[in-house]
């Protein structure tokens, strides 16, 4: 790909060049060499001189108050730093939405595992060892460990009823919808817990610095987060408090929130040693502590006509948050939002809440609700097609929401609106029609021969069916959510006449850092080498938004898009020519930087016209625009140990445009393998409030042997106001995979699930009440 550019008419003829295109190109990553040859640098990896290793005593109990903290007077306390609660400096909270969560519980622990006590030595062995000599005796109480429990009130958590938050979403008149509708079906649909289980576990460093303040340097997503959280920890005015992204081997969510707790303790040690202070997580304690996907329960009631038009919705959705609120009010938003999934509905209703449980507080993971309720959702379009005896396709085709529909919030589609597109796409490209009947065909006749003695020659018993699922899902924050953050992005040029993307969007495997180059140098016309992005520093960054919620390229990338307008037009307009590639860029910018000093400029988000938001009803726009997926899983099911292989999947995907189109495809089949994981293997057991299976032989996630072929086409219905018309991909592919599966299974064996993950002693229960 190739763009030219011919000299202005008021100027003299200059020669016709040709500049490389950037956007809509596979370019190398920015990371990829450092990455591949070892040579980034992981938190772990720094050396500082005179560091202390720190590490956290945790409670061991769900319910109970501390009676009293004893240091064993046998071990030797020698050079060790230890904090508590009355060691805080200012306020003793994880600052997020609210201040509910202690940093160090002082007389009540509310989940196993919640920090008491921190220690620091220059030996990590010694300290490993001191963890287990601090002597701690509690009083037990009651617990509520799971959201029935909760709702139940068996102890109470939170307030007077264990609810975090309430959402009401109405439109249309549901009584009359339901009167007028030919049958009404019901279903309940629950989900559990899923580990973001990211490579890098959590791990962060602070130092004191010379003027009072502290440096934080970390694994993160969202460096202005634990800006805020240690201002409040520490009493300390912003401009003392430094925070620093390290490379990051991974988020998924799980690195949005948490690093405010562990970049808090690591401080805290810090602060009162006078030294460095470094704590990295194993594994174990990774699994063991940190925040999860949301477990829920969704109920859905829906009135249906007999030729399969969808009437009436009616969802109640109850989200389990832990111990503290975290992130649950926004993740339970974004569920309830989503709870009709990508369907056309006359009238609904979604009534929506988030309970307290004696677990470990649940945050931020990859789709942040909208998996659960969706999930739901396209589990009950298969059980409405089902009742029916309608093709699971020709149901969706009917109903998928198009341009001008209306979605239970009252938004109104008004452009890139891909479902239709997706569906065929996927359909197509699976051969769809055509394997559904012939696995009815070979299932029908190997059940034939097996009753008749028959059997295959191994005397196993295999199934094979093909499941579909259709989703949409909100780019960027909800309703009101990217006015309030107001985020702000920077480009200026560096001394030696490059320009500096300057932004706190965080760079942890997805490819930020490549395509901000690639947006940037095609404004520009320069290469995308030639362009730098700043490390997340809140010392030299401007608050540009955490990187969640799909947000990323979308609404940053559009920032520093606008950004790089401005500034070729401020060069263009001082060389008297426009710029012609990136040497002659260089030297523009150079002679700007000797004749009028330094260039930045800034970008502020803005919202788009026509979107309008109540954050009360919530009724209006709730996002700018969403993302359209579809996805066909093709599954082979043992009935004799009722073990799921998957055989192949197909997925397209609506993302508006692909500024790098192999970086897209991977966020595809990383997702999407992340959703067949939860659909099929990942399952956080807890036992007495603890999580149990807390390490990598019997938490199960699918390594590359359970990975099948993943078919990935890329859809472009571009979005206006998305750069280059791009929209967000990376929570989209989550979304789809868990219904699908679901959908495989039943067509395979007969047996409909509506719990996941469908492990084999889950599915052997339903296959032998089904007497198969």
């Not at 959590?202 to 340097?217: F, S, V, Y």
């Not at 430094?242 to 929130?257: A, M």
């Not at 020709?394 to 609106?417: H, Y």
Request: with cysteine; net charge negative; proline share 6%.
């Amino acid at each position: 790909m190739a763009r030219s550019r011919t000299a202005s008419p008021e100027r003299p003829a200059r020669k016709t060049i040709t500049l490389p295109a950037s956007v809509g190109v596979n370019v190398p990553r920015k990371d990829g060499r450092d990455k591949v040859t070892g040579a980034a640098l992981y938190l772990d990896d720094l050396r500082v001189p005179g560091v202390l290793h720190g590490r956290t005593v945790r409670s061991t109990v769900a319910n109970a108050r501390i009676v009293s903290v004893t240091l064993d007077p046998a071990f030797d306390w020698t050079g060790m730093t230890v904090v508590d609660h009355r060691d805080i400096p200012g306020e003793n909270c994880v600052a997020v939405i609210e201040r509910d969560q202690p940093m160090l519980a002082s007389t009540h622990v509310r989940h196993v595992d919640e920090p008491i006590l921190l220690l620091a030595h220059e030996d990590a062995e010694r300290v490993e060892a001191a963890v287990s000599a601090v002597k701690i005796e509690y009083e037990p109480l009651t617990p509520a460990l799971n959201l029935e429990e909760s709702l139940e009130k068996k102890a109470l958590v939170r307030g007077d009823d264990n609810v975090f938050k309430t959402i009401r979403i109405e439109r249309g008149d549901l009584d009359e919808a339901f009167v007028r509708s030919d049958r009404v079906i019901e279903g309940e649909y629950w989900c559990g817990h899923q580990e973001q289980l990211y490579i890098e576990n959590n791990a962060m460093l602070a130092e004191r610095t010379k003027d009072g303040g502290i440096h934080i340097r970390g694994s993160m997503q969202c460096p202005y987060y634990v800006h805020g959280a240690l201002q409040v920890l520490l009493n300390l005015p912003p401009e003392k408090v430094r925070i620093e992204q390290t490379v990051t081997g991974g988020g998924f969510g799980g690195k949005e929130d948490y690093p405010s707790v562990i970049g808090g303790h690591a401080a805290l040690l810090a602060w009162k040693s006078g030294r460095p202070v470094k704590i990295v997580y194993d594994r174990l304690e990774d699994l063991a502590a940190t925040t999860k996907r949301h477990p829920a329960r969704v109920r859905i009631k829906t009135g249906v006509m007999n030729d399969g038009t969808l009437v009436a919705l009616d969802a109640d959705v109850v989200m389990d948050g832990g111990a503290y609120l975290t992130l649950t009010p926004v993740v339970l938003s974004r569920g309830a939002i989503h709870a009709g999934g990508c369907y056309r509905w006359d009238a609904a209703r979604i009534f929506a809440r988030a309970v307290a449980t004696n677990t470990p507080p649940n945050g931020a993971f990859r789709g942040f609700g909208a998996p659960q309720t969706l999930f739901a959702i396209e589990s009950h379009m298969d059980r409405i097609a089902a009742e029916l005896g309608m093709d699971p396709l020709a149901l969706r085709r009917k109903n998928a929401v198009k341009l001008g529909d209306v979605t239970p919030t009252g938004q109104v589609l008004k452009e890139s609106v891909g479902s239709h597109e997706v569906l065929e796409r996927t359909a197509k490209r699976a051969k769809y029609a055509e394997k559904r009947a012939r696995y009815e065909r070979e299932n029908a006749a190997a059940e034939a021969a097996e009753r008749a003695g028959k059997g295959a020659k191994d005397g196993r018993r295999l199934r094979r069916g093909i499941g579909m699922a259709l989703a949409m899902h909100g780019a960027g924050f909800t309703g009101s959510g990217e006015s309030k953050l107001n985020s702000l992005a920077a480009l200026d040029l560096t001394p030696d006449g490059r320009p500096c993307v300057r932004i706190s969007n965080t760079e942890i495997g997805q490819g930020t850092n490549t395509v901000f180059g690639q947006i940037v140098g095609e404004v520009l016309g320069i290469p995308h080498e030639q362009v730098l992005v700043h490390v997340p520093d809140t010392d030299h960054v401007p608050d540009s938004g955490p990187t969640v919620a799909s947000r990323t390229l979308m609404v940053v990338g559009g920032l520093i898009e606008k950004c790089a307008k401005k500034m070729k037009e401020k060069l263009e307009l001082f060389a008297e020519h426009p710029i012609e590639g990136g040497a002659d860029f260089a030297r523009i910018a150079k002679r700007w930087l000797k004749e009028r000093g330094p260039l930045r400029v800034e970008q502020r988000y803005q919202k788009p016209t026509g979107i309008e938001w109540d954050d009360d009803t919530y009724q209006g726009d709730a996002y700018g625009v969403f993302a359209y997926a579809a996805i066909a899983v093709e599954v082979e099911v043992d009935l004799d140990t009722a073990e799921t292989k998957l055989l192949h999947v197909t997925t397209a995907q609506d993302i508006g445009r692909a500024i790098h189109p192999v970086l897209c495809a991977g966020q595809i089949e990383g997702g999407t393998l992340q959703g067949l994981g939860w659909a099929l293997m990942e399952e956080v057991r807890h036992k007495d409030g603890k999580v149990w299976n807390h390490q990598l032989t019997n938490y199960i996630i699918p390594t590359s042997a359970d990975a099948p072929p993943i078919d990935v086409e890329i859809v472009e219905i571009p979005y206006s106001n998305g750069p280059w018309g791009a929209k967000g991909v990376g929570e989209l592919p989550m979304d789809v995979p868990a219904p699908a599966v679901i959908a495989a299974i039943a067509h395979a064996t007969g047996c409909r699930l509506d719990e996941i993950p469908a492990t084999p002693e889950r599915l052997m229960r339903a296959l032998q009440r089904r007497g198969a």
